[in-house]
């Protein structure tokens, strides 16, 4: 599968952004789907997970504030993204894993908070 991320940005504390992630090349509906972050100098972490059956999981840095959904119909996973801090900085990757767990990366889009 091929995943294109789109919807980062630039913003100021306390806005919001959508992140968008199209795949194309396969079935995307068997996919689970998620998006992780990388902020320099740290490890890629998990921001929210929403599997093909529509289970979701969200990071401790997400909780309460991002929204992951899908629509399978349109191939694309969306991160709603609230109440953004400057800690959310980072290139935020999509992510997806098929039924014998592998897993393709898309190219990563900015989003950058400013205080």
């Known amino acids: 599968v091929q995943l294109q991320a789109s919807g980062g940005g630039a913003v100021q504390a306390g806005g919001s952004l959508r992140l968008s992630c199209a795949a194309s090349?396969?079935?995307?509906?068997?996919?689970?789907m998620g998006w992780f972050r990388q902020a320099p100098g740290k490890q890629r972490e998990l921001v929210a997970g929403?599997?093909?059956?529509?289970?979701?999981k969200y990071g401790d840095s997400a909780k309460g504030r991002f929204t992951i959904s899908r629509d399978n119909a349109k191939n694309t996973v969306y991160l709603q993204m609230n109440s953004l801090k400057p800690e959310d900085t980072a290139v935020y990757y999509c992510n997806a894993v098929d039924a014998i767990n592998r897993s393709s990366w898309g190219q990563g889009t900015q989003v950058t908070v400013s205080s």
């Open positions: 090349g396969s079935i995307f509906s068997l996919y689970d």
């Open positions: 929403i599997t093909s059956g529509g289970r979701i």
